[in-house]
């Protein structure tokens, strides 16, 4: 893997998906495998108690500099400023909404939240650590 880094200034064309927080391992930050009860991290093998379970942000992006399209995904809490909130409190919010809703699916984030997350950044210009 090349270990180069740097900075891209670039403008966000689209947002990929709308799932824009996943449980994490604490240790490793891999997605977790959840069930009704407990979590599971089937990279580092972490454990617990599903109610336990930490969330992170995954903005996953389409972005253009004056050049180049490339697909870019945005981890952690530098999305905190952005949203507002932790990705945890976010996601308590989500379920609440989705209870209120009647939407069984745990993951969907409301329609109201994807619409929010375009216009805070689609045809806005950021610096990228790449």
């Known amino acids: 893997m090349n270990s180069v880094r740097g900075l891209l200034a670039a ?3 689209s947002v990929q998906n709308s799932c824009f927080i996943y449980p994490a391992c604490q240790k490793c930050f891999s997605r ?9 991290c089937l ?14 942000y995954r903005l996953s992006l389409k972005i253009a500099d004056t050049n180049d399209l ?18 945890e409190n976010l ?4 379920q609440d909404l989705n209870q209120l809703s009647g939407e ?4 969907a984030a409301p329609e109201v939240l994807v619409q929010a997350v375009e216009t805070c ?4 210009r950021f610096i990228f650590g790449v």
């Open 11 to 13: 403008s966000v064309i």
């Open 32 to 40: 977790l495998v959840l069930d009704s009860r407990r979590f599971n």
């Open 43 to 56: 990279k580092c093998g972490c454990t617990g108690a599903a109610k336990d379970a930490s969330y992170r």
């Open 70 to 87: 490339f697909d870019i995904t945005v981890f952690g809490s530098c999305l905190d400023p952005f949203f507002g909130v932790t990705a």
């Open 91 to 94: 996601q308590r919010c989500i």
């Open 104 to 107: 069984t699916n745990i993951e």
């Open 121 to 124: 950044f689609i045809g806005k």
